[in-house]
């Protein structure tokens, strides 16, 4: 059995910063993909950030240069470090892992308003 159990979402100002957490327990020794998706309402959900084992990253354009996606394998743990958020940033955010197949966390809250 896999969990992924994200932590760190929250209410921001516009220019604040978040860093969600994402630790997977079960019996995988290490995800080949670990990556973050959000859903904002009315809109699907859209791939954010992601990284491979060997610490290769793909980012989303619009948020290039302002998220920083990390991982610790050892701990088998994806970091996503968001900075200069914006009120169009305001989603649900998942974590996802893959080995073999893909598996997914609860969410997480982002809302970013004054």
């Known amino acids: 059995q896999v969990q992924l159990v994200e932590s760190g979402g929250g209410l921001v100002q516009p220019g604040g910063s978040l860093r969600l957490s994402c630790a997977a327990s079960?019996?995988?020794?290490?995800?080949?993909?670990m990556g973050w998706y959000r859903q904002a309402p009315g809109k699907q959900r859209e791939l954010v950030a992601r990284?491979?084992?060997?610490?290769?990253?793909n980012y989303v354009d619009s948020v290039k240069g302002r998220f920083t996606i990390t991982r610790d394998n050892a701990k088998n743990t994806v970091y996503l470090q968001m900075n200069s958020l914006k009120p169009d940033d305001t989603a649900n955010y998942y974590c996802?892992?893959?080995?073999?197949?893909?598996?997914w966390g609860q969410g997480t809250q982002v809302t970013v308003s004054s």
């Open positions: 079960g019996r995988i020794f290490r995800f080949n993909t």
């Open positions: 996802n892992a893959v080995f073999q197949q893909g598996y």
């Open positions: 990284i491979n084992s060997a610490g290769s990253t």
